[in-house]
T-cell receptor
Framework: EPEVTQTPSHQVTQMGQEVILRCVPISNHLYFYWYRQILGQKVEFLVSFYNNEISEKSEIFDDQFSVERPDGSNFTLKIRSTKLEDSAMYFC?????????????FGPGTRLTVT | GQQVMQIPQYQHVQEGEDFTTYCNSSTTLSNIQWYKQRPGGHPVFLIQLVKSGEVKKQKRLTFQFGEAKKNSSLHITATQTTDVGTYFCANEKLTFGTGTRLTIIP
């Protein structure tokens, strides 16, 4: 069964450093998403990406965040200058159709720890 | 902004008992999705409801969409230990609910 993969599984970084979280969506999917989940809290939408551009983003997704699809398979989330409050689990997801209209497949997540 | 609330926040049940979680939206929804997240795991899509009053079943799970399309419920009959996890609803804008964490007492 196809699956979304994410690397690394755990990233530890110092405050102020840049991090790049990587995702490989399911190969024939067209819509890609990033979410975050602070420990014990709900899943929060960050951004959706389609046709090589951001289609929607939440208030959380400020200028410190960026996304990119550098090649035909990877989808990355960059945090330019990490803050302590960026510590969370970051999930990538992909779907065959647009936002909120079709099932999304989530990756296993990257746990980001900012010290 | 849109808010999606779920109750209860936690539910502890004896194995074999039923479980229900409720999802309420501040606005009318075009659709609603349900996800399950096992402890330490990632969200897994369960179902999407689209029509007013729609009821869908998946084995022991029954999903319902309210007539006004502002609320939804997930009911599990005769819970099993494999049902442990947090159940989230999400609206069409991918705003997730606060979740209901289900624990099972064997």
């Amino acid at each position: 069964e196809p699956e979304v993969t994410q690397t690394p599984s755990h990233q530890v970084t110092q405050m102020g450093q840049e991090v790049i979280l990587r995702c490989v969506p399911i190969s024939n999917h067209l819509y890609f998403y990033w979410y975050r989940q602070i420990l014990g809290q709900k899943v929060e939408f960050l951004v959706s990406f389609y046709n090589n551009e951001i289609s929607e983003k939440s208030e959380i997704f400020d200028d410190q965040f960026s996304v990119e699809r550098p090649d035909g398979s990877n989808f990355t989330l960059k945090i330019r200058s990490t803050k302590l409050e960026d510590s969370a689990m970051y999930f990538c997801a992909s779907s065959g159709r647009g936002r909120g209209s079709y099932e999304q497949y989530f990756g296993p997540g990257t746990r980001l720890t900012v010290t | 902004g849109q808010q999606v609330m779920q109750i209860p926040q936690y539910q502890h049940v004896q194995e074999g008992e039923d479980f229900t979680t409720y999802c309420n939206s501040s606005t009318t929804l075009s659709n609603i999705q349900w996800y399950k997240q096992r402890p330490g795991g990632h969200p897994v899509f369960l179902i999407q409801l689209v029509k007013s009053g729609e009821v869908k079943k998946q084995k022991r799970l029954t999903f319902q969409f309210g007539e006004a399309k502002k609320n939804s419920s997930l009911h599990i009959t005769a819970t099993q230990t494999t049902d442990v996890g947090t159940y989230f609803c999400a609206n069409e804008k991918l705003t997730f609910g606060t979740g209901t964490r289900l624990t099972i007492i064997p």
